[in-house]
């Protein structure tokens, strides 16, 4: 999907909420237990029962790989059941990858191709090692890259925001140096946290146009009014995720019916963020 | 394998050699196309021809990954199989991963517990996400998290090299910070790249005791006398790991003959440099 396509999707559905399939086997509703493959039983439901307010699914490969090989063919269900919905979703592989060229070359080719059984949209890239880890993935057309830049968690303070002699922070570099690197805003995006909603200033003058796939809105703290304030740019150019606090909003059988009001309610507030851009 | 044990391996064998294992399905030998499962019929030959001269092995998940669900197959059979040789060699998940903690929580199951599938002794780590991102790895017991610190990719210096107000480069920050997080070298590794050895002179001033890990030498450049002039300890404190120079020797039927002599000429090299420890 391109970016003139998402921001059709997103115009569309008056949404820009992606929601985070960290479907945790451990959390699931008890019920699905019985099924032969209860993780993508959950996957499914909640992608049905979620479609017409979402307009990106993020599931993230830890909770698939923790289940091994099972756990992967799960995930590849999952993927080939939204790939029949490809008009109606950004697909998201979080997987915060990242290596050395000839490395990142395979994880490209197991994420965006046939081959590795995944074809997703998007995956999620540390930046620690630089340029050539990351240029191997944009060598996929219409793929992107979604660059950490400030994360969520309370670790981003051990390195995210230490400053060089100028002032300027690890983050702040991370976005910048970022767009000198033959990228552009039609395939790279930033992950920014929404648990510092008033850094979207400093992030927005950096890096105006960009989409930026927001984590930490609900169970992590941030607020989506904040971040819309300060991040919200004339395309929309954002993507705000939640994860627990849809799918795991209840875990009776009507679990699916409360993801649904959860999202319908994200939905609604986003459409009245979209009136204002 | 804990810290003594892997010492007293590195002595038994006289070697610090780590074997890399990107078996690249489109580099093995063509002969082994046949087989049913031709990497993991490599690695195999592979891991029989070198385990005399090598004291670990560290699987490339990405080369996996890229085979989707079969690729994970043989890596499943490959840590089966060295499992059964888990007295004579230290097992490294080369992942690259890092996350929020209960996201590293998942993908620690992954890498180190049955329910994962694989029972790696040790994964590589990006640090960006701090220490929330690192220490759920190091709650299983003698299980390790190698850090990267100094990376061999010419992207290394887009932000590994950045100093702070004081000088001080966020690669040292890395390794200064990450021992403060109730780590200890018992349990905390650094990738140290091998293509700038001088800097193993800094290095060791602020991890004189850690072990290093240390990708580059060979196809990547690094020379293996100057990393062990800088950066041996009087425990070792070096794995120095070799992938392509390896395994991708020779393509000929003799492939694992030709490894087998690679690994012991690097063998011979090292044993001569343990002796002035």
Redesign the interface.
């Known amino acids: 999907m391109n970016r003139q396509e998402l921001i059709n999707l997103i115009n569309k559905k008056q949404s820009f909420l992606c929601v985070g399939l ?1 479907s ?1 086997i451990t959390k699931i509703p008890q019920h699905l237990l019985k099924e032969e493959d209860p993780v993508f039983e959950f996957n499914k439901s909640i992608i049905e029962a979620t479609l017409p307010f979402a307009v990106a699914y993020k599931p ?1 490969l ?2 698939y ?6 756990g ?2 799960s995930l ?1 269900k999952t993927i080939e059941y939204l790939a029949n919905k490809r008009q109606e979703c950004f697909m998201i592989a ?1 997987a ?9 070359k ?2 490209a ?2 994420m965006f191709s046939k ?4 074809d997703f949209d998007a995956i999620t890239i ?9 240029m191997p993935f944009l060598d996929f057309p219409n793929k992107w890259v979604i660059l ?1 830049a400030l ?10 925001y ?4 100028n002032g300027t922070a ?1 983050f702040e ?2 976005l910048s ?1 970022s767009q000198q690197w033959n990228t552009s805003k039609e395939n790279l995006m930033f992950v920014c946290g929404a648990t510092k909603a008033e850094k979207f200033t400093d992030i927005r003058k950096i890096a105006p146009e960009h989409f930026l796939l927001v984590p930490g809105v609900g169970a992590q703290g941030g607020s989506l009014k904040e971040v819309c304030k300060y991040g919200l740019n004339k395309d929309c150019g954002l993507l705000v995720n939640s994860s627990r606090g849809i799918i795991f909003a209840d875990t009776s059988e009507d679990f699916d019916k409360v993801a649904k009001e959860k999202a319908r309610q994200i939905q609604e507030e986003m459409s009245l963020y979209l009136k204002n851009i």
């Open positions: 960290d945790d993230n830890a909770f790989e923790s289940n091994g090989i099972k992967l063919i590849k979080d915060k990858r990242g290596d050395i060229g000839n490395t990142s395979q994880y080719k197991a081959e590795g059984d995944f540390a930046p620690y090692m630089g340029k050539d880890s990351v950490l994360t969520s968690n309370e670790g981003a303070s051990d390195f995210q230490i400053e060089d002699r690890l570099r991370v140096v």
